[in-house]
């Protein structure tokens, strides 16, 4: 993948006018290669719920989450090929920073925005205590993934696939920063309302899509993504709030 600035001469002036080629699919194999990782991911949350309906304690369930990003991980790397636009980080050094400080201001967002009326339902979160003592191999995996596997495959599920397909069904055509109103703003409401401070979950949403956009280029907001994520990480074990997990 080149430097998006430098390539911007090579992106369809107007990429939402292009016609869609005759006879293809409704969704292509790169959409596939972007859906498929996060709806594994959903799927594990839905299997968790159900086994917790059936009786298993969530201490039992807390080795589900290696499992889940484990077969995340698999897709992602099965789909490689597919994500031309993180084969090399191209990211300014400026772009670096911005992204960066974007993460650390979603993630003092996030731990705020927590009040009734900004969530939906209640959950324990993630609890990795075994008879009040942390297991830190379940904090490490739990950190690891949220920092270094969740970010690339909700960024290429959102940002990547839903944002610029909303504007227009051969996606990749699509340039972020002609992305309009309405693919902008489905995407971050619904990624809100994926998690409990739905809220939060709206802001964080807005803050690495204006990144993808302004910055055009992937890694921007994976890097913020990762920045809120790895951080809330090491505030929640210190603080015991488990429920942000």
Request: net charge neutral.
């Amino acid at each position: 993948m080149t430097d998006h600035h430098e390539s911007r001469t090579a992106l369809p002036e107007h990429p939402g006018s292009a016609a869609p080629v005759a006879g293809e699919p409704f969704l292509t194999r790169a959409a596939w290669a972007r859906i498929l990782p996060f709806g594994t991911y959903i799927l594990f949350i839905a299997l968790g719920d159900l086994l917790e309906r059936m009786g298993m304690s969530r201490a039992e369930l807390r080795w589900l989450y290696p499992v889940q990003v484990g077969a995340v991980l698999a897709l992602l790397a099965i789909c490689w090929r597919q994500y031309d636009e993180l084969h090399r980080f191209a990211l300014r050094f400026t772009h670096t920073l911005v992204a960066i400080g974007v993460g650390v201001i979603v993630l003092v967002l996030w731990v705020n925005l927590d009040l009734p009326w900004m969530t939906i339902g209640s959950s324990p979160g993630y609890d990795p205590r075994t008879d009040g003592e942390i297991d830190w191999l379940l904090v490490t995996i739990r950190i690891a993934g949220a920092a270094l596997i969740v970010p690339v495959m909700e960024e290429l599920f959102w940002r990547s696939f839903l944002m610029r397909w909303v504007e227009q069904a051969n996606f990749k055509l699509v340039d972020p920063a002609r992305i309009g109103f309405k693919a902008f703003v489905i995407p971050c409401v619904l990624f809100g309302f994926e998690h409990t401070l739905w809220l939060a979950g709206i802001v964080a949403g807005v803050a690495y899509g204006v990144l993808y956009m302004r910055h055009r280029n992937l890694w921007s907001p994976i890097l913020a993504h990762a920045v809120t994520n790895g951080l809330l990480g090491f505030w929640v074990v210190c603080t015991g709030g488990w429920q942000f997990w």
